[in-house]
T-cell receptor, first 115, second 114 residues
Framework: DTGVSQDPRHKITKRGQNVTFRCDPISEHNRLYWYRQTLGQGPEFLTYFQNEAQLEKSRLLSDRFSAERPKGSFSTLEIQRTEQGDSAMYLC?????????????FGPGTRLTVL | GNSVTQMEGPVTLSEEAFLTINCTYTATGYPSLFWYVQYPGEGLQLLLKATKADDKGSNKGFEATYRKETTSFHLEKGSVQVSDSAVYFCALSGGNTGFQKLVFGTGTRLLVSP
């Protein structure tokens, strides 16, 4: 069990550029989540996948954001036409399927800085 | 909607002091409650959880009891160490949020000095 991994760990980009982040969940975890954390705040839910199906999206996920999980394994989060307000830590988590609440295991995050 | 309120930090303690970090929640139904910890430069780690009223979660000397009557899940530790310095997040899932997503508080930074 290698844990949830995210790539890159840091990304600096200029306003208006597109960026893509990758998340590799714990193997055999079929649920995958994306959260965003800004400085001094707790993480905020963005979206959730069960296998390859995107089941829930937050209102925070504007139309510039898109997430995919094409084969039910790794996931990508793309931000188009980045804005300075997109600067944040983007966290990925995964959990096994099951009834009720399953513990979510978090990756180290990708820190995005938009100049 | 569901929400979590934590005491503001930083909380500054000397080693071996008693720790309490307050957490209250607003939710309909019966949410599950969590404490996550974020050490400097690291990702969020689950510290403990409780899934029903009166349950006590515990780990590494930390404890929290799910109190439905006061809608609280306060984190306690009898004797803190310098290595406990971190940011602590209270969170919930379930209730009317649905089981899948976590709702976090703003976090409380703990600083423990030798």
């Amino acid at each position: 069990d290698t844990g949830v991994s995210q790539d890159p760990r840091h990304k600096i980009t200029k306003r208006g550029q597109n960026v893509t982040f990758r998340c590799d969940p714990i193997s055999e975890h079929n649920r995958l989540y994306w959260y965003r954390q800004t400085l001094g705040q707790g993480p905020e839910f963005l979206t959730y996948f069960q296998n390859e199906a995107q089941l829930e999206k937050s209102r925070l996920l504007s139309d510039r954001f898109s997430a995919e999980r094409p084969k039910g394994s790794f996931s990508t989060l793309e931000i188009q036409r980045t804005e300075q307000g997109d600067s944040a830590m983007y966290l990925c988590a995964s959990s096994p399927a099951g009834t009720g609440t399953d513990t979510q295991y978090f990756g180290p995050g990708t820190r995005l800085t938009v100049l | 909607g569901n929400s979590v309120t934590q005491m503001e930090g930083p909380v500054t303690l000397s080693e071996e002091a008693f720790l309490t970090i307050n957490c209250t929640y607003t939710a309909t139904g019966y949410p599950s409650l969590f404490w996550y910890v974020q050490y400097p430069g690291e990702g969020l780690q689950l510290l403990l959880k409780a899934t029903k009223a009166d349950d006590k979660g515990s780990n590494k000397g930390f404890e929290a009891t799910y109190r439905k009557e006061t809608t609280s899940f306060h984190l306690e530790k009898g004797s803190v160490q310098v290595s406990d310095s971190a940011v602590y997040f209270c969170a919930l899932s379930g209730g009317n949020t649905g089981f899948q997503k976590l709702v976090f508080g703003t976090g409380t930074r703990l600083l423990v000095s030798p």
